[in-house]
């Protein structure tokens, strides 16, 4: 019996839920879902039906992507990688928290935007860009000195970060190939050629129907 994650492969906080249980090999039965059509077992826990979520096996749901990776980082018994994406220093902590809040907060609001700009026909696509790519400056700047965020590897702002980045990047790649932003490139592309992004990460799975075989993850 292991804990069960609900998620939607595409979905950006599915994303950085599912490669942190990766990362730290925290294992789940992994439920995919159609946000159009969210299985009863989801619908009937209450409240909210986003995505990702986890039941743990005594009961206790995180019905938040942040929840589910500070759960993951109590459950991995791999010390050195929770300590890695995740050091105790409170200050460091602080900062790193404050990366995760822009990005949740700002970056997201203009993704949205940008993604959608037909929806949102105020102001122009590429207004919206201009105005998450001041979140695309500041990851290049802070990238220019190191390879991660916060070092010479992966903490949680990378890994909770990229997958939006890499949604940005996705309504038009060849802008994105042709921009200044070298060093975000080379960051995200860490991410997205890992064979734990392609392999595990982003492995497609048939939506989750009551009563099948449960999906364990990471496989
Ligand atoms: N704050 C939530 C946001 C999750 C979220 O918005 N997920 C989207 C998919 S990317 C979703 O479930 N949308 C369907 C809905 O809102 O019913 C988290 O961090 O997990």
Known sequence: MLPVLYSFRRCPYAIRARYT????KVS???REVVLKAKPDALLSLGGR??????????GARYAESSD???WALSKSSIKNRSQQVWPSEIKQRNNMKAWIAYNDHFFKYWLDRYKY???????SEVYYRSKGEVFLQRLENRLKKRRFLFGESETLPDIMIFPFVRQFVAVNQSWFESSHYNNVKVWLAR????????????TKYVAWEAGQAEVPFPA
Do not use: E, G, H, K
């Not at 039906?49 to 005594?58: G, N, Y």
């Open 49 to 58: 039906s986003t995505v990702p979520q986890l039941i743990d096996v005594d």
């Open 117 to 123: 700009a037909d929806r949102y026909p105020d102001f």
């Open 68 to 70: 589910i990776i500070f």
């Open 191 to 202: 991410f997205v050629n890992s064979a734990l992004f392609q392999s595990v990460v982003m």
């Open 21 to 24: 249980l990766a990362f730290l």
């Open 28 to 30: 789940v039965y992994l």
